[in-house]
C-alpha cells in the first residue's frame, strides 16, 4: 500500500481560518512553489488554473457531496442544494432548471432589475446616508432572483432577510438548528412563505415561472423534484444569490474609490462588460470550493487518496500568471481572457451566471448615472473589511453619504 504523504509543514494552514484560506498573498506563494499541496491533515490544496477546472470538471473522480457540509454530516437529498448532489440526482434537476436559467431568460429580467436598482438607489439618495450593502448590494440579486422564481415583490426583502440568516446559521455546516432538523423546524417562517407559493403552482398550472417548471417537472420514468427539494432549492437560488451580493459589494467599492475606473467605463459598454469579468476573476466572490477524491488519483502527478478533501481555490487559479498575464492586476483591456473560475466549470457551473452578469451591468450603469447628478462618498473614516464569512470575499459594509 502507498504511504499517505504527511502535511506540508511549510505551507500549513487552518482551512477553516478565513484569515489564511483568504490570504491570496499566501495563496499565490503556494501556487509558485507547490501548487497541489497538503495544508492540513486530509486536505489537498489545488491553487493553478489549469489544475483547479481540471478537479471541477471530473465530477466522476471527485465528489461534490457534503462539500457544505461540516465532516460526517450528511443530509437527505430532498434537503440538499443543487452544487451538493452527485449523478445520477444533479443532472435530472440541472436539465429541468436549465430551461430557465438561459441567456435570453436573463434579458428578460433586465426591466425588473433596473427598476429595482434605481428604485434602491434613489432611496438612499433620499435619505442623504445609508449602507449600500445591507440597503442594495444584499437585496437586489435574491429580489431578481426571487422575481424569476415567481415570487411577488412584496415578499422579496422578507425573504432574502430569512435566506440571509439560514446561510449564517448552524443549518449549513450541520443540517439543523437549535429548533430541530432541516429547514422547516429551523426556519418555519421561510418554509410556510416558500411551501404557499408551491401549493399556488400544485392546484393551478397557469403558472409560468421557474417554480411552476420544478412542480411539474417529470422524467420518463415518472421521477420529479418534489415540493420538499422543490423548498430547499428555492433556499438555494435565493441563497445562491448573495454571492452577487458581493461582486456588487466589490463593483461599487471600486466605483466609489477609483475616480479613473470611473471614467474609464462612462460610456463604454464594452469596458464595462469587461469591468463585471474582470472584477469576477480578480476578487471572485466565492473564493474556494471543496470536493472528495472518489478513489485514489493523480492531480498534476501529485498523487491524491480516496476520502480526501479537496480545497479548489477560485482566486488562486484566476490569478494565475499561466492563464492571465499581469494576473494581480485589474485590467479593462484583457480581450476574450480565458473563461475564470468564478462560477466554477463543468457539470456545477454556477446556474446564475447570466443573471449575475446582467446585475453586475445594470448596477454599474445606473451608478454611473447617479453620479454624474450626484456626489456620494464613503463616509469618513471608513476601513474595508471582509464579510464574516469563510468562503465569500467582498465588503461587510459599504456606509454612503450624499454630498451633493
Ligand atoms: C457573483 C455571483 C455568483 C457567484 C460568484 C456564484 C458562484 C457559484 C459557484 C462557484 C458555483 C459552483 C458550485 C460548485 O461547483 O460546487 C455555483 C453554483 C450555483 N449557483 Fe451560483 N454564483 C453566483 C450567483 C448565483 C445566482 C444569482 C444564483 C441564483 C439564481 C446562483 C445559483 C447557483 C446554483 C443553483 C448553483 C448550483 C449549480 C450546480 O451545482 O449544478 N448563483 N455558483
Redesign the pocket.
Known sequence: MTQRPGIDAEFAFDPNDAAKAKDFALMARIRREKPVCRPADNIVLVTRYADVTAV?RDSKGFS?VG?MRAPGIVVPAEESF??ELDAPL?PKI?RVLHRTFTIAKAKESEPFTRSAVRRRLEQIVAAGKGDLMAEFATVI?GSV?ADLLGFPEEQHAQLMTWCNELLHSSWPPTGRTEKGEGIAAGFPELTACIDEQIERRIADDRYDDLLASMVRSRGDDGWSIGAHHTRTLVV??LA??L??TY?VGNLLYRLLTDDGFVAALRGDDVRIDRAVEES?RYE???AF?WRTARADAEIAGTPVFAGEHILCH?TAGNRDEAAYPDAESFRLDRVEPPEHL???AG??L???NH??RLIGRVVIEEMLSLMERTRLELEPGFVWQCVNHLQEYGPEHLPVRVTR
Open positions: 471541477f461534490s462539500d443543487l452544487g444533479h440541472r440579486p432572483s438555494n437560488m445562491g444569490s454571492s452577487a461582486m469576477l471572485a466572490p466565492v470550493l477560485i468564478a462560477f466554477g457539470p456545477h454556477c446556474l446564475g443573471l449575475t
